[in-house]
């Protein structure tokens, strides 16, 4: 069982900068693709940002393309967020999400990931 743990939530102002981070699964960390989801209650899980197992070449939504940027350390055995430029709506639960390999033209979907950090919320404040 793979444990992944996400930290870095909480309330910021519209314009503002928050850092999530999501601790993976060790020794074995650079096999996995890494990728955040966020849903609120009125909407489906939502993709947001992916970087694959083998390949450093970031994948944007459009709606954060620009202001979020999806990191890893291996070293640290973390992944994070960053997110710039807040705005109320990135209003969500955050959820960081790995499969092993590379999950092809699906990586935008929640069915193909295996591992699930706990979720962490973000307010954004107008």
């Not at 693709?33 to 909407?43: A, D, H, L, Y």
């Not at 459009?62 to 992944?79: C, L, M, P, Q, Y």
Request: net charge negative.
């Amino acid at each position: 069982q793979v444990h992944v743990v996400e930290s870095g939530g909480g309330l910021a102002q519209a314009g503002g900068s928050l850092r999530l981070s999501c601790a993976g699964p060790g020794r074995i960390f650079s096999l996995y693709t890494v990728t955040w989801f966020r849903q609120t209650p009125e909407k489906e899980r939502e993709f947001v940002a992916t970087l694959r197992h083998d390949k450093e070449v970031p994948v944007y939504a459009d709606s954060v393309k620009g202001r979020f940027t999806i990191s890893r350390n291996h070293a640290e055995e973390t992944f994070y967020l960053q997110m710039n430029s807040l705005k109320p709506e990135d209003t969500a639960e955050y959820y960081c999400a790995l499969v092993s390999g590379d999950p092809g033209i699906n990586y935008d979907r929640a069915y193909v990931y295996d591992y699930w950090g706990q979720g962490t919320q973000v307010t954004v404040s107008s």
